[in-house]
């Protein structure tokens, strides 16, 4: 990709397409203000602003007018670029319906066409239902301020068109013009809702084949641990004895010398077998799959969600089974918060407590989501529970509302098979 398909791609992103559409209406506004100020007949502004100021009584050149509106043009202008900027993150800012109604009142206040604009930002920030009734909303204020704040340029008396025909046809421009805003933007946020969703799918892969990658190693150490013990230690076993039956022959001829190094021989020997099976029992014993590599690689891979990792060391000893299960359920529980609870913050902690009778490994998901007060257990939060269950642990959901947190438990050595 040379330069300038570069710069054309950096264009075509919606934060940045509708930055360049606002500062082009400033300097369109600047141009007509200024031109009203030296005395050419512009009508700069003719939003509800201009529309009562001449209702009042007052000129539309009037410097109080243009200048007043100009400035609330900036302040449009600054509160969009700020919403607009805030748009390209993968998730909305806090407040945003809020936002948007301030940036439409100052919209509305210099020229009823600004308010497109909003509507387009508005379907990208809003979920659909919302983002929808805020196009429906602007047509019918636009249709409303057209009646009830008409400016005297377009009041036509006289005009041959009749008021229903009127209506109609601009009831119909301001439904292809919002209707078009509002599809276009929800194009944009379905895109951004892809992306996120690709980004848990590909993090949930790094982690597998971090598993996977831990899981090999685990396997290569019980293998040379086998090895070791069943080949180089049955070696040295034969070379043992072969070295005492040496000695034995040695003594029947009397051979002093011989004898007292085939003696020393067979202490080495003896020694190097006690080395190895020290060794073998030390790879048996090391760490065997540590989970920490797996859930780094899951919360790199999340840009839209802060993922905060609390991870005990002692709990990054697990045995295959427990280490696949956990990774499964952080995965799917992660997905929840990201794809449908809309979760800024995820916290993930695991260490061990002490059970009954064995220790436990403890891992909470908690997220500072939408939460789901009411909710019913679906096919994510069912398979949690039964992975859980065959390690003889259980799944529990602590809290629904604010956010959701979920405790996962089960033994950190589990029996085979699933627990009675």
Request: proline share 4%; aromatic share 4%; hydrophobic share 50%.
């Amino acid at each position: 990709m040379n330069t300038f398909d570069r710069l054309l791609a950096r264009f075509a992103q919606p934060s940045v397409a509708l930055r360049i559409a606002v500062l082009a209406v400033c300097l369109l506004e600047l141009a007509a203000t200024v031109a009203a100020l030296l005395g050419f007949q512009t009508d700069a502004y003719d939003g509800a602003v201009a529309a009562l100021y001449l209702r009042l009584g007052g000129a539309s050149n009037d410097t109080l007018l243009l200048i007043g509106c100009f400035l609330l043009v900036l302040l449009f202008a600054w509160s969009y670029w700020c919403l607009a900027r805030d748009a390209s993150a993968d998730q909305p800012p806090r407040h945003a319906l809020a936002r948007l109604i301030l940036v439409n009142l100052l919209a509305i206040s210099v020229t009823p066409g600004l308010p497109f604009l909003v509507t387009a930002l508005a379907a990208v920030l809003l979920r659909a239902r919302p983002a929808f009734l805020f196009a429906l909303t602007q047509i019918a204020i636009n249709l409303a301020l057209y009646r009830l704040l008409p400016l005297p340029a377009l009041v036509q008396p006289d005009a041959a068109v009749p008021a229903w025909l009127d209506s109609l046809g601009l009831l119909m421009a301001m439904v292809a013009l919002h209707g078009m805003a509002f599809g276009l933007g929800r194009m944009v946020a379905a895109e951004a809702e892809k992306r996120r969703w690709l980004q848990v799918m590909l993090a949930e892969r790094l982690s597998g084949e971090q598993l996977q990658a831990e899981q090999l190693r685990y396997s290569e150490r019980a293998m040379m641990a086998r090895e070791l013990h069943d080949v180089v230690g049955h070696h040295l076993t034969a070379l043992n004895l072969q070295l005492q039956l040496g000695s034995a022959l040695l003594q029947r001829r009397d051979a002093g010398g011989a004898l007292l190094a085939v003696d020393k021989a067979r202490e080495n020997a003896a020694g190097l077998l006690a080395d190895v099976r020290e060794a073998v029992s030390q790879q048996r014993s090391a760490p065997r799959i540590d989970l920490t590599t797996a859930l780094q690689a899951l919360a790199e891979g999340i840009a839209s969600t802060r993922i905060e990792l609390d991870i005990a060391p002692a709990a990054r000893d697990l045995g295959p089974r427990v280490a696949h299960a956990l990774l499964r359920c952080v995965q799917e529980a992660v997905t929840n918060s990201v794809r449908h609870a809309r979760a800024a913050r995820v916290s993930i902690s695991l260490g061990l407590v002490l059970g009954k009778e064995h220790e436990e490994v403890c891992v909470s998901i908690d997220d500072d989501g939408r939460g789901a007060p009411q909710h019913k257990a679906g096919n994510g939060l069912q398979g949690m529970a039964e992975r859980m269950q065959e390690l003889g642990g259980r799944m529990e959901v602590t809290r629904r509302s604010p956010g959701f947190r979920i405790e996962l438990r089960c033994p950190r050595d589990p029996q085979i098979g699933p627990s009675s």
